[in-house]
Every structure is written in C-alpha cells, then in structure tokens.
C-alpha cells in the first residue's frame, strides 16, 4: 500500500481524540471483523474510541472477541461526541442507516474510508479502496503488516472471520493468492479456524434449512435473459416465525448452480420495499453496474439494491407492482 495514504492515516489517528469506527447497517462478518479488530487497534494505540453500527446484529457475531463493544442503538450516541469517523465495509452513507446524521456534519469533518465495494463513492477525506481485495478484513490485515501492529489472537480471529465470510469460505471469486495468503498468515497469528467455522458457517438450526426449502422451491428460470429467480415475501418469514437472519446464506448457497448466468433474490421488506440481490461466478459479468441501474451496489459478483413495489403471485411466477 501507497506509504503516503499510510501517514495520512497514521496522522489522522494520532490527531483525534476520540474516534468512533463505524460500518453498514446488519453488518456481516466482514464489516464486524474488520471494524473489532481496527477498534482493537486504536485500543492499543492508546486512542479511545467508539464501534457503532446500526443493528440488528447476527447471533452468528456473538463469539467474536470485542462483540460486547458494538453499540446497536443509533439513540444512544451523539456523532458530535467524536471529531474521526472510521468507515470499513460500506459503499456510501446510505449503508450506514444514518445517511441524514452524518451528511449534517460538518464539511471539513474528518472520515477514514476503509473498504474494497467496487461502487464506493470514495467519500473519505483518505480513502483507502481496494476493489481487487477480497475483503475489508485483508484490507486492514494488510495495513496492520505495514504498519508494524503486532496483530493479537484475538484480532486474527476477527480478521480471519472477514476474510472467510466475504470469500464465502474461500468459494467464491473474490479468493485469491494474496487472500489465501493472508489468512495463513493470521492461522500464524493465532486465528481460531475452527471456532469460526462452527459459528460462522455451520449455524443452521432446522427450521431454517426447511424454509431454505421453500426459497429453493420457488427457483425459477428465464432461459432467454440466464437469470434465475426466487422469492422471499413477508408471510414467509411471519409463517415460519424467523428472522432476516435466518436468510442470511440462501443467496451465496445459489452460487451453487450451475448453467445460469446470474441468479436474483427478491426479498419484500416491511416497509413496501423490495430488496434485490444479485450473484454471479460466470466470468465477465459485473453484477454491480446491474444493481446500480436500480440504485444499488455493491461488487463485481455480488451486488444489490432496494426498490419501492410489492411481490405479487400470478400464475407460473411472480411480479412486482
Ligand atoms: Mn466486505
């Protein structure tokens, strides 16, 4: 990484007095690892600082050392208690939840922008983007190495947690040589492999993988388009009594299949909207410029939006009205 960005960062650290690290709302393993690990760092730097990020907040996170730190609730901070804001995994302030709080800030406050979304807006006063990482979680891993930070257990563990979530365990086309890499050299730092694997990816009760049942059984295919299809409705998630959590994964789990180009996951939300997401590992296809057609983001082979509408069934599909 360019040394130039490196003092920035390290200038701006040492500057603040306090500072309050932040990530997207329903942060996943990427954006908690990434930003417990960085609020790991200040605390050993000395600086005192903050981790918010606007909940809910995975069940699946709960083993990770630091989760006690994460503040949920947006009632019980004040943005004006902080004069640095550090911002790992997110695109734009839209990903936050708090777009109105932190666009009233003041012009010249200062932001550290960590993350590796091909669609950031580079919002930063530094912005340290990297869409060829596999992860914020490599991002800061790689930072921490230049900077000489003596990376505990503890902070290889949540490193390691980023790394394996975003690759969708070293499945997906974000892995790489400098990720693989990477995540050996945090086993060297004492990452715990196996606590990770059995919260992070084997976390499925049964009630959850029968309603996956349900998703699957909905796939439907548009032959001429490439794009397979399913749903997710309100009364779903009423009916079977879960929460968006237990969603998490039938998405990536559609990565599976094989001979489409692309699949898309339409989930009604409570509020009359309806969230897109989009997955691909066919070679040349760019999900993020698809979902940014809707307004959305995100990466090359992963990537979503939200859109106002309802889910209707009609006979052999369903449609958005
Ligand atoms: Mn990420």
Not at 189 to 205: D, F, M, P, R, Y
Not at 217 to 244: F, W
Not at 256 to 262: F, I, Q, S, T
Not at 297 to 306: D, I, L, N, P
């Amino acid at each position: 990484m360019n040394q130039i960005l490196i003092n920035k960062l390290e200038q701006l650290i040492f500057r603040a007095k306090k500072s309050l690290v932040m990530v997207h709302q329903k942060p996943d393993g990427d954006a908690l690892g990434s930003a417990l690990a960085f609020s790991e760092f200040l605390d050993a730097l000395g600086k005192p600082n903050d981790f918010f990020a606007l909940g809910p907040i995975t069940t699946s996170a709960d083993f990770l050392p630091g989760r006690e730190k994460i503040k949920s609730d947006f009632g019980k901070i004040s943005l004006s208690d902080y004069d640095l804001i550090i911002m790992l995994d997110c695109g734009d302030f839209k990903q936050t939840g708090i777009e109105a709080e932190l666009r009233a800030l003041p012009a010249e406050f200062p932001i550290i922008n960590i993350d590796h979304h091909q669609t950031n807006e580079n919002f930063g006063i530094l912005n340290i983007v990297d869409p060829e990482s596999s992860s914020t979680a490599e991002i800061v891993f790689s930072l921490f190495e230049q900077l000489n930070f003596p990376v505990s257990k503890n902070a290889a563990t949540a490193l390691l947690t980023g790394l394996i979530t975003d690759t969708a365990n070293f499945s997906n086309p974000a892995t790489t040589f400098s990720s693989l890499e990477a995540a050996g050299r945090l086993l060297a730092h004492g990452a715990k492999l196996g606590e990770i694997s059995s919260n992070v990816l084997q976390n499925k009760s049964l009630d959850v993988l029968k309603f996956w049942g349900i998703i699957l059984s909905r796939l439907t295919e548009n032959k001429e388009l490439g794009i397979v299809t399913t749903v997710i409705t309100q009364e779903d998630l009423e009916l079977a009594n879960l929460d968006e959590e237990a969603l998490e994964g039938v998405t990536n789990f559609l990565n599976n299949l094989k001979g489409a180009k692309m699949v898309l996951v339409l989930k009604a939300l409570e509020d009359g909207k309806i969230k897109g997401s989009f997955r691909t590992t066919t070679p040349g296809i760019d999900v993020s410029r698809l979902a940014k057609t809707f307004g959305g983001g995100g990466h090359a082979k992963a990537a979503g939006f939200t859109i106002p509408g309802k889910l209707v069934k009609i006979e052999g599909g369903w449609r958005i009205e």
